[in-house]
């Protein structure tokens, strides 16, 4: 059986996204700074509705559109490690 060109670089780009999601989660020891964690207590905020991009003492605060992309996660599956996490993993994946 010959595979064409096309279906191998599929299939590759397939396996090392597929590698890539399985080692993020077997060796994911949690968040590295505080970035990530406030982040997600922004986006958490956004959902609650009581998000303010405004805030004076907090640079994080006005990034609007990671704080919004990450509040969109967790609409959707809800607050949780996974989540959190979900949007570096696709942004990775979208990038290779």
Do not use: W
Not at 58 to 69: A, C, K, Q, T
Not at 88 to 94: G, L
């Amino acid at each position: 059986m010959k595979i064409n060109r096309k279906t191998q670089v599929g299939l590759i780009y397939g396996l090392i996204t597929l590698l890539f999601i399985v080692t993020r989660f077997i060796l994911f020891q949690g968040f590295n700074g505080t970035d990530d964690l406030h982040y997600a207590m922004l986006s958490s905020r956004l959902l609650q509705g009581r998000y303010n991009p405004f805030e004076v003492h907090d640079i994080f605060s006005g990034r609007v559109l990671l704080i919004f992309i990450q509040g969109r996660f967790y609409k959707i599956g809800g607050i949780s490690v996974i989540t959190t996490s979900f949007g570096a993993v696709v942004a990775v994946i979208m990038t290779c």
